[in-house]
């Protein structure tokens, strides 16, 4: 990233560092380093938007990858994306809002460890949506489902010892603090501030994640503002005023995929944006506790526990 006054003032004003030209200034200066090829990829989220722009990223770099989502018909069109002819892409329907399926889906895995994992699936829904087991979706689908599949794929031996975990954040998550109350949204459902907590959640969990488990390397990031369904369904207005400005899925997936397969050395437990590691926080009422840490830990272990 360049460090240039102009370009410092340019990120500080968010919208010229999160869009398109924010993009394009910034891989003005990646490096062309070494990648990891023909790794073993499972991708929630894998069949549209940035999810599916990273498989194509990784298919190209003789991956196998596994597909997971929700919709039968954008599974079609992502696997008729990639080349199925090389046998290398394959897809299971798994909501991971459902935690029943999540265990489901795990335990129909073969017993092959994967080298990287994207927990990308994500969405804004326009109303309030309780689970099966009772949770509020987007807190399931983006935080439980996922801490409950890293989970299950480490205690059943399915991830390689120096696996990489990418967590799929937002920018977003800097305007809220780590909140764990009321995470039904009993009280108040606001699909901004769920999503922007969930996004929150998720880089906690990252870091705290990669000290559970040294020997990974465990991440979260940030795309940009990218054109996809996801923000055309649910932040129209935003999609109308700067669709000119969007990032590209490509563009957006260009982190992801250098977080999975890059050589050089990563930063556990860091937030990435635009191949570069970024503050946690950019004031000081979202810092969390390491006690609110611990409490997010218990809170994921025993709500994805079995019994
Ligand atoms: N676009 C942006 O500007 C932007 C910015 C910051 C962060 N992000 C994050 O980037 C990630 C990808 O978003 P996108 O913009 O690429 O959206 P998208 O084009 O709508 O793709 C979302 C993907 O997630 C899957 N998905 C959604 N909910 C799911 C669930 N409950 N279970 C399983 N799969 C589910 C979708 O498949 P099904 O519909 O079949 O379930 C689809 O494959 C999300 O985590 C999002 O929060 C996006």
Redesign the pocket.
């Known amino acids: 990233m360049s460090h240039g006054w102009w370009s410092k003032l340019l990120d500080r004003s968010i919208i010229a560092s999160y869009d398109r030209t924010g993009y394009e200034r910034h891989a003005a200066a990646f490096v062309d380093d070494d990648r990891r090829r023909h790794q073993r990829v499972l991708i929630?989220?894998?069949?549209?938007?940035?999810?599916?722009a990273h498989a194509q990223h990784l298919h190209a770099l003789g991956a196998s990858v596994r597909l997971?989502?929700?919709?039968a018909s954008?599974?079609a069109a992502?696997m008729a994306s990639l080349d199925k002819a090389s046998d290398r892409a394959t897809f299971d329907a798994?909501?991971?809002?459902d935690l029943d399926a999540v265990r489901r889906a795990v335990d129909a895995l073969p017993a092959v460890p994967f080298d990287v994992v994207t927990l990308?699936?994500?969405?804004?829904p326009l109303t309030r949506t309780l689970t099966p087991q009772g949770h509020e979706?987007v807190w399931a689908?983006?935080v439980l489902?996922h801490f409950l599949l890293v989970r299950l794929l480490h205690a059943t031996q399915r991830l390689s010892s120096d696996a990489r975990i990418v967590w799929?954040?937002?920018?977003?998550m800097y305007t809220q603090p780590l909140q764990l109350e009321d995470l039904r949204r009993d009280a108040h459902y606001d699909r901004h501030v769920t999503?922007a907590q969930a996004?929150r959640a998720q880089v906690v969990l990252a870091a705290r994640m990669q000290r559970e488990w040294p020997s990974m390397v465990v991440v979260s990031m940030?795309?940009?503002?990218?054109?996809?369904?996801?923000?055309r369904?649910s932040m129209p207005m935003f999609h109308r005023i700067m669709r000119h400005r969007?990032?590209t899925?490509e563009q957006?997936a260009d982190t992801l995929t250098w977080l999975a397969t890059t050589t050089s050395k990563l930063q556990g437990g860091a937030f990435y944006f635009d191949r570069s590691p970024q503050p946690l926080h950019l004031k000081s009422s979202t810092e969390e506790s390491p006690a609110d840490v611990e409490r997010l830990w218990s809170l994921m272990t025993n709500a994805t526990s079995s019994t």
Do not use: C, F
């Open positions: 929630t989220g894998g069949t549209a938007g940035i999810g599916l997971w989502g929700r919709d954008k599974a992502a798994v909501d991971m809002g990308n699936a994500g969405a804004m979706l689908s983006q489902g799929v954040s937002s920018g977003g999503y996004k940030h795309p940009g503002w990218v054109d996809t369904e996801a923000v369904h969007l990032r899925p957006g």
